[in-house]
């Protein structure tokens, strides 16, 4: 088996899970998004109490990319304080745009040759954005 096809069984079973899929009863963010493209659609919905990311869940829709990544994106986050969500997030985004590279052994790590095919760059960074948007909408006042 090569590091090609461990990379497409790791992505499979993680777009087969259901951990971290939903949302979150209360929730104290939410973000999220759509690539028009292909009708990909993600809601992420945060639970953050005392700067720290209690809860996450991401209500996805899409291509196997986007099932995986987003729920490689609920297990980086999750008991993170939200400043370390950020930097999880955007080092993330980063890795699938092929402007950095990926830390050895880091949950994203099957994707990290995503921006090798740009139809699939936006469904790998979907959820991700929309994380950043609830993390920003858990911050805002009356939350």
Known sequence: MTSFDLYQDLILDYARSTRGRGQVEHPTGRG????????????????????????AKVDCNGCAVSLASAAMLIETVEGKSVDQARHAVGSAIAVFRGEREVASEAVIEPLAGIHRLPSRLKCASLSWHAMLAALDDSESPGN
């Open 32 to 55: 999220q998004g759509r690539v028009a493209s292909c009708g990909d659609q993600a809601l992420v919905t945060v639970r953050v109490e005392g700067g720290i990311v209690t809860e």
